[in-house]
């Protein structure tokens, strides 16, 4: 029997919202600076609208404190998949007034991606976007990437913090309390962006030849979306506008970074290299990473697609490398990718199905699930193989010597396949406008994993229904499932409970 929430479930909700939306309302403070210092006077409007909004939320939810604040596991997850669909919907109101999207679900679609990091866009005429509005669409990578969670539990330390942390789809603490952990990420955050800023702003200026300020706006919004893996940029085409290979390798560096876990980076910072090195998920990454690379390559040289073996490397290399950290930069446009076909379009897609580490700023399946679900399989092999009382190792590394239990083995297995079907369901609604399977599938998984490289499908002309499709991928892809059907449950108790 369902039990009906309550008034004071309904209240505990409200008052964890309320913080979290103060939160995001002190954050949404940046892009107002940002419009006032240029003088974009109508997006710096939009902005006090979408902050005012954040506020009074924030503070009326703050208002029903419940007579115990203590958050439950259920009200930690239901408040996560809120928080995931109010604020990007609060947070388009700037780009639904800036006259560059056709209709607010058009808005909000680029909102979502934006915090998910995925990087799917609809936007028009990006090339001559307010550079508040610009700055807008990255700054919500970097607030996605770190986690909106992890935002406000670096500022407060709440009760029910852990409830929120796992939410949000992080799985690994690397200190005791999660408000350390949580300042950690954003102390690495913080330190790659100031390193990574520097360098692509001397990239712009000694390199590509650009002014000192718009090397540094440039500079500032690549990170963003290369260390958030989000794959927004300033122009409207991708990479492929600086046309540089030295730019190119520095966004690399970013994106590999963001796609490591937060483990592996405190890790590396204590000079534990080896420790990384033994890391189940570090050997999965290389090892799935090299056969994508191996296939698309293989696929390209028999497509003939790029005359020059150099050229066949670097955009193979490239692309690759951006689809399996979830990133979505480009350095083709999207009509040239949609020729790719055959075994290269299959690398491709795999890489991005397959994503970056666990509790990384990247999205798919994520390689740690896969090493596991690999160990699975090779386990019950053995066990088949080996005499009969043989015992099977259930060891692995992961942050120390972990052990693989019969429930690890089954939850790995189950958001492994709640991912395939997500993609798939993306296909389905995409074959049913009849846009090609390839196209479909690739498009879909783009969404899924969070990734934003696209080959035309995504656009403002696409089907209502279709965009979204995508807008909910996106939005279960980044919370891994959990989260989405704790809501849903809780839905179905309040309209169905006793």
Known sequence: MLIRPTGEDFRTIGFFLGRIFVVVALTGLVPVVWA??????????????????????????????????????????????????????????????????ADPLDAFFDAMSGLTTTGLTLVHDLDHLASSLNFWRHWLHFLGGQGIIIAALSLFAAGGGLTLYYGEARDERIFPSVTSTARFIWAVALAHLIAGVAVLSFVGVAVLGFGIRRAVFHGLLVFFAGFDTGGFTPQSTSLGYYHSAVFESVAAVLMVAGALSFGVHYALWRRRGREVLANLETRTILTTFGLTLAITLLG????????????????????????????????VPAGELATWGGLAFGGMAIAMALGGMGSSTSGGVKALRIGLTFKTITNQVKRVLLPEGAVVGSGYVQSGRKHLTAELSQTVMTVSLLYVALFFIGAGVGLAYGIPLDHALFESVSAGASVGLSVGVTDAAMPVLLEVTY????????????????????????????
């Open 36 to 101: 006032a210092a240029a003088g974009e006077w109508h997006p710096l409007g939009s902005f006090l609208v979408m902050v005012g909004v954040f506020a009074v939320l924030g503070f009326a939810g703050i208002r029903l404190a419940p007579s115990t604040r203590r958050l439950e596991w259920s009200h930690g997850m239901v408040v996560v998949a809120l928080v995931w669909l109010l604020v990007p919907a609060i947070g388009s109101i700037p780009f639904a007034l800036s006259g560059h999207f």
């Open 300 to 331: 390209l040289a028999a497509t003939g697609v790029y005359t020059s073996v150099f050229g066949l490397t670097r955009q193979g290399f490239f692309q690759v490398l951006s689809a399996h950290t979830g990133t979505g930069f480009a350095t």
């Open 471 to 498: 807008i909910l991928q996106m939005w279960a892809g980044r919370l891994e499932f959990v989260a989405v059907f704790a809501l849903f449950g809780f839905f179905v108790a309040w309209v169905r409970g006793r």
